[in-house]
């Protein structure tokens, strides 16, 4: 039963996480004013805080951990990899041409990590 909720939790916060950054990635290519609204800035914060406890909480549930698993360990390292291109994308990244290929990048990286997740597999294109 645990298992489920937390499932059900973390999955969901996946779906949130990518809707919002897709959504904040078509307000960066806009130059729109929204991405500066107090909501826009809080909520991922929040949505990701949920994701990455409900990660934590799954993992210890079902007994996986990163530096054992190699799936897991390439899902973190991976995730590592999104939220640096996500922050150029939405924040740091000096002209629109570097927003954009890192945004383009963090979303190839989100299927990536989703792939991982579905297949438990660190190189899911081959198993």
Do not use: E, N
């Amino acid at each position: 039963m645990l298992y489920l909720a937390l499932k059900t939790i973390h999955v969901s916060c996946v779906a949130l996480t990518i809707s919002l950054f897709l959504l904040r990635g078509f307000w960066m290519l806009q130059d729109s004013a929204r991405l500066q609204q107090r909501w826009v800035k809080t909520l991922p914060h929040v949505i990701d805080a949920t994701l990455l406890t409900s990660a934590i909480l799954l993992a210890w549930t079902l007994g996986q951990y990163p530096g054992v698993h190699a799936w897991l360990t390439a899902k973190v390292l991976a995730l590592l990899v999104y939220i640096g291109l996500g922050t150029v994308a939405i924040k740091r990244g000096k002209t629109k041409r570097i927003k954009v290929a890192a945004w383009l990048g963090a979303i190839m990286v989100f299927g990536y990590i989703v792939s991982v997740a579905l297949t438990r597999q660190p190189l899911p294109w081959l198993g």
